[in-house]
């Protein structure tokens, strides 16, 4: 047999895993197809057979933003600032949080939601948090439109907005939003690893998304938190989602203020996240199915 | 690229599983692991673990349901894999197809394997058939490129035509089926492994599925690895078997299929069932295994008296089939024939016409019984054989449901 002159030349190699970081970037751009046909599939199968449609991406932030306008800044009078209307301040504040929120929750059950494909065939894995992320991200983009056309609404049609005024930064914008995605993502990555061992977390996801919410600075500008809870002000300000929100914030809206050195945590820990979370998301890929 | 080359090379893969409920005392386990690990020694739940036995009841948390596998798969090949339920076949395919990782040991290949353990993957009840072609073929493992240029054969071999741009809920079952296998058959990697995936579908379309896996073997010359229960299926597909027992490959470098198929069987012999079997009478059992299509089905029975008189006796047999349906049953009674035992040894030949019985595995139950009717001897499943298509004499596999294929004479009148 042949096996001794050619046994350096294998091609692939199937063993347990054990280096930290064993990312296969080659294959996970021959699989880019897969990652395009998930988001497709997300995208056209959420809402079939609805009435309205697509729509729901629309109805969904208005309301909210309603709803909270109202209970925030008209029933608990939280300011938002002279020249800017509450309501979009928290068109903005929301339409950046759930951003983030569905990256979190939908990549936070990775494996035991495909836990019927993964058992099957195999892919890279990161494919499908990667397509949450991106199909979100068209979710996402939907939602900005509805943002600016609000915005231009405000600005030239009303004389409430005279202070609403785009910075210069907003050109680190697509930055910031990248922020929100691996952010979301790396901790999503990191809850669907943990959640095939222990499922606890899964119910933690459930109300913890909601509760980070009201620590996220999403219906109250941080100044104003810490003017009236001094004590707890540092739980909101050291949360990465209070920064990224604030910076979306001043960038879009002009309120508060931009400093390099929050751009940056917020990007550190991004970053961190997304690495801890792919580390971790890759160590449990190969076993998740013995014990999911 | 040689023909001779070795395209993928098994080394001491093992797999070791937890048994009982994962979550009581995970935590702590997980912590020693850790433990053991950051100070660079082995993991020390890998020394225990006992080898994959259903039946005894082991005392370790720990199960192997592989244990030191090695083989070697040639280019061209189509290497079967069998065993009884709980052999590991599953685990197997499911470390070849990258589902789940070893616990130690390599698996090393020189081309893109690609797994069928299951056909329609993926597919989504709201898209369209054509949608769920290009998203299935993309699990799979095929670029949109790739699809785009075989949809339309996959379309034809699917026979979904009509139906292509309807959402894939609205299909039926048989129509899924249709379309999934429709994507895995165009799929083009150097190895291939595949599980009983064929057990679904219409006969017409099994049929089709069988004709299609062998141009794939043999025409294209690609690399597969076939794991299946239906020896007939084996028999007809593979050119070389190994057989997995309790997590352990039982025949080194595998066997030709033949020979492969019987060694299976006569494994099985050993869950036969005694009803009575008393020790003044003893019955000892030979046959053939592998038995072409009509020949004759011949028994030889040793059987040892040990009473202290001659025994007049009958003898019943029947041969069963795989769902422990009754193909033959013979009954002396009811032909009032009987045998004369004399005291001592005997060999007695039982000879049966065979009516055309289905391609199939088969056992035996005998039953060997007095002149009063006092049981003497009762055995399930005393012997086994297959009836194998040897003499080609049936076009591929024939996907028959009745026990026996009749001979049918059409004229014209």
Request: hydrophobic share 45%; proline share 3%; net charge positive.
């Amino acid at each position: 047999m042949d096996t001794k002159a050619t046994s350096q030349d294998w091609l692939y190699t199937i063993s347990p895993k054990k280096k930290l970081i064993d990312l296969n970037f080659k294959e996970i751009w021959r699989y880019r197809d897969l990652l395009f046909l998930f988001v497709k599939r997300d995208i056209i199968t959420q809402y079939k057979q609805t009435v309205l449609g697509p729509l729901w991406y629309f109805i969904q932030p208005l309301f909210t933003s309603i709803i909270f306008t109202l209970i925030f800044n008209n029933l608990a009078a939280i300011p938002t600032g002279n020249g800017i209307p509450s309501f979009l301040f928290n068109l903005a504040g929301i339409t950046s949080w759930n951003y983030f929120s569905s990256c979190l929750s939908g990549t936070s059950d990775t494996f035991k939601a495909n836990q019927g494909i993964f058992g099957k065939v195999y892919f890279p894995r990161v494919i499908t948090p990667l397509s949450v992320v991106f199909s979100n991200l068209i979710k996402f983009g939907i939602q900005l439109l509805v943002f600016v056309s609000f915005y231009i609404y405000f600005v030239f049609f009303t004389d409430k907005a005279f202070n609403a005024v785009p910075q210069t930064a907003i050109l680190l914008i697509p930055i910031v939003i990248a922020f929100m995605g691996l952010f979301g993502l790396g901790f999503g990555m990191i809850i669907s690893s943990l959640t095939t061992k222990y499922r606890d977390l899964t119910f933690l996801v459930g109300f913890g998304v909601q509760l980070l919410m009201y620590a996220s600075a999403v219906m109250y500008p941080l100044s104003y938190f810490k003017e009236k809870v001094p004590d707890y002000a540092w739980l909101v300000e050291y949360n990465p989602m209070t920064t990224i929100i604030e910076l979306f914030r001043y960038m879009t809206l002009g309120i508060g203020e931009f400093s390099m050195s929050k751009f940056l945590y917020a990007g550190v820990i991004s970053v961190a996240f997304f690495l801890i979370g792919l580390v971790i998301f890759n160590k449990t890929e190969k076993t998740f199915i013995d014990t999911v | 690229m040689k023909a001779n080359e070795v395209i993928l090379k098994a080394e001491n893969i093992s797999k070791q599983y937890r048994l009982g409920l994962v979550g009581t005392g995970t935590i702590s386990h997980d912590l020693n692991r850790w433990w053991h690990q950051i100070r660079g020694k082995a993991d020390p739940y890998l020394k225990v673990g006992e080898s994959n036995d259903r039946g005894t009841k082991g005392g370790s948390q720990y199960v192997w349901a592989l244990q030191d596998i090695n083989f070697e798969v040639k280019r061209g090949e189509v290497l079967g894999i069998i065993g009884k339920n709980g052999a590991g076949k599953s685990t197997l395919l499911k470390i070849l197809s990258k589902v789940t990782g070893p616990t130690t040991g390599e698996i090393k290949t020189r081309g893109r394997i690609a797994s069928l353990l299951e056909v329609g993957t993926g597919f989504h009840g709201e898209m369209t058939g054509r949608e769920n072609v290009y998203l299935n073929g993309a699990i799979l493992g095929m670029t949109k490129k790739e699809i785009s240029s075989k949809i339309d054969e996959i379309i034809e071999f699917s026979g979904c035509q009509r139906y292509i741009d309807t959402p894939v809920k609205r299909y039926s079952s048989g129509m899924t089926v249709r379309l999934a296998f429709a994507v895995a058959a165009f799929l083009e990697p150097e190895i291939l492994v595949i599980d009983e995936v064929l057990a679904v579908g219409d006969a017409e379309f099994q049929k089709k599925a069988i004709g299609k896996m062998q141009d794939i073997s043999r025409g294209e010359g690609r690399t597969v690895l076939f794991v299946s229960h239906n020896m007939n299926a084996v028999q007809s597909l593979c050119t070389r078997v190994i057989r997995l027992n309790n997590g352990k490959i039982v025949n080194q470098n595998g066997e030709a299929p033949d020979v492969a198929i019987e060694n299976y069987l006569l494994e099985n012999i050993t869950e036969e069932v005694i009803k009575v079997d008393l020790p003044e009478f003893k019955v000892q059992i030979k046959n053939k295994h592998i038995i072409a299509y009509k020949e004759p089905i011949v028994f030889e029975l040793n059987i040892q008296n040990n009473f202290k008189e001659d025994k007049q006796v009958f003898i019943d047999f029947a041969i069963v089939n795989k769902k422990e349906e009754f193909v033959l049953h013979h009954r002396m009674y009811a032909k009032n024939q009987s045998l004369n035992i004399k005291v001592g040894q005997q060999k007695i030949v039982i000879n049966t016409q065979n009516p055309n019985i289905t391609l199939g595995e088969y056992s035996v139950v005998l039953y060997i019984y007095d002149a009063f009717k006092k049981v003497l001897f009762w055995k399930e499943n005393i012997a086994v054989f297959q009836i194998a298509d040897l003499n080609k004499e049936l076009s591929s596999i024939p996907f028959i449901k009745s026990h026996i294929i009749p001979e049918v004479q059409l004229k014209q009148v």
